[in-house]
């Protein structure tokens, strides 16, 4: 299993720390770090410092979403990047939710988001092996589009620079056992969320049956300290955020993989408690045992023994949240 670091977006400004702890965590021997985008920092910009100031590291998106930019304009970025890195790219991608999609990008949530994710990447495919000018006859991506308010001067094009790479890794960020079962046929590897590797049957049957090579790299938050209730509280605020404000009360895909997990009527209380504004009562209705399953809390002997669990099942590439050295060097010894 390898380890990646996992950067996030930024807050009000960009964070003076991510480059010291991307140059520190190559050092370490981590594989990858990652960087995320919601609605303010990207997700490439801050890869392409990164790669500047690094050398070997991999530099993944964890995740990019499909909503931001057409799939062509995503296989530039994919492509341009992984050029200027010498081939470091890992492509994450995520297709997010109604209240993003529409409430920031201002387009329509897909009415079929495996089928828009299927063609998405369909396209992407076929910018990075440029075998030929793209076409595809898409009810979402189509290219050229032929709608009924397009000029009929589209044409088919195939990108002027060569890819450095056809094959450039693309990874899918999926929580239903439809969109796990999709992501391992188009893609060459997963991102799941809440990752709790004492039951990744609540993703579906496709986790166990993986394609050879296919990657899983789940994001957990991680610390090193004596207390672990104290060491799960920024679990508990990221969980209360995500389960509480990312979605409508209707529809929020991170509330019923929650609910999935076990944890169906906190979920709802979380949901509903954040609506009203009352969101330190949200975080603290998180309970710790959710918390504690999908991260990696406590002293180092506890770490190193729950860190064999992440070890024995799928996954490939554990993606280490934590802004702390001395986490980022432990868990680089326990995984050695």
Same mark, same amino acid.
């Given at each position: ?45 801050? @890869? ?285 010894? @326990?995984?050695?």
């Amino acid at each position: 299993m390898r380890l990646g670091l996992a950067l996030g977006y930024w807050g009000r400004g960009p964070s003076p720390g991510h480059v010291p702890l991307a140059r520190e965590a190559e050092r370490l021997g981590y594989d990858s770090v990652w960087t995320a985008e919601s609605w303010g920092s990207d997700a490439f910009t801050p @890869l392409a410092w990164i790669a500047a100031h690094t050398s070997r590291i991999r530099l993944g998106t964890a995740v990019a979403q499909m909503a931001a930019r057409p799939p062509t304009t995503t296989a530039m970025h994919a492509l341009t990047l992984d050029h200027l890195s010498g081939g470091r790219l890992l492509l994450g991608l995520g297709l997010s939710g109604p209240q993003v999609v529409e409430g920031w990008y201002g387009r329509p949530f897909p009415a079929s988001p495996l089928t828009a994710t299927r063609e998405y990447v369909a396209v992407l495919r076929q910018v990075l092996r440029r075998e030929a000018p793209v076409e595809l006859p898409g009810r979402f991506h189509a290219h050229p589009y032929r709608g009924p308010d397009a000029t009929g001067l589209g044409r088919p094009l195939k990108p002027i620079t060569h890819p450095l790479r056809a094959g450039l890794p693309i990874l899918l960020g999926a929580e239903g056992p439809k969109n796990v079962a999709q992501t391992t046929r188009i893609a060459d590897g997963w991102l799941p969320l809440y990752w709790a590797p004492t039951r990744p049957e609540v993703y579906g049957p496709a986790v166990a049956a993986l394609p050879e090579g296919f990657l899983v790299a789940p994001m957990a938050q991680a610390r090193v300290c004596s207390d672990v209730a104290e060491g799960l509280l920024p679990v508990k605020a990221m969980l209360g955020f995500y389960i509480g404000g990312m979605g409508h009360a209707s529809r929020n895909f991170h509330a019923d993989l929650m609910a999935r997990m076990g944890y169906e009527e906190e979920a709802r209380r979380i949901q509903r408690l954040f609506a009203e504004g009352r969101r330190e009562e949200a975080v603290r209705a998180v309970p710790d045992a959710f918390a504690d399953e999908i991260s990696l809390v406590g002293p180092r002997q506890r770490i190193a023994e729950r860190l064999e669990s992440w070890r024995a099942g799928p996954v490939t590439d554990l993606l280490v949240l934590s802004p702390d050295r001395e986490t980022l060097r432990v868990l680089a010894e @326990l995984n050695s």
